[in-house]
């Protein structure tokens, strides 16, 4: 198992800044990416931010050029900068790990708020 923990979220004013961290623990050594994902209220879970084992990164549109992936290998760390915060950006953010063994499957972090005030 693989154990996610969010941190970071908060209340910021729109063109302002957050940093969220997910530290992973347990059986990381098969995680094959790490992404960020986020759920407003009445709309789906969809994908923010990923980075893979190797480095390759992939964003949504509507936050390419201000939100920027990273990982800490040494800490099991992966973060997501977000500059110039929009309104639209207010969303539950979730940490997601993807792994490889024994088969393909994932864990999910609990979530962490980010409200963002116009």
């Known amino acids: 198992q693989v154990q996610l923990v969010e941190s970071g979220g908060g209340l910021v004013q729109a063109g302002g800044s957050l940093r969220l961290s997910c530290a992973a623990s347990g059986s990381i050594f098969s995680i094959t990416a790490m992404g960020w994902y986020r759920e407003a209220p009445g709309k789906q879970r969809d994908l923010v931010a990923r980075?893979?084992?190797?480095?390759?990164?992939n964003y949504a549109e509507s936050v390419k050029g201000r939100f920027t992936i990273s990982r800490d290998d040494a800490k099991n760390t992966v973060y997501l900068q977000m500059n110039s915060l929009r309104p639209e950006d207010a969303a539950v953010y979730y940490c997601?790990?993807?792994?490889?063994?024994?088969?393909?499957?994932?864990?999910w972090g609990q979530g962490t708020q980010v409200t963002v005030s116009s």
């Open positions: 997601r790990s993807e792994l490889s063994y024994p088969k393909q499957h994932d864990y």
């Open positions: 980075i893979t084992t190797s480095g390759s990164t």
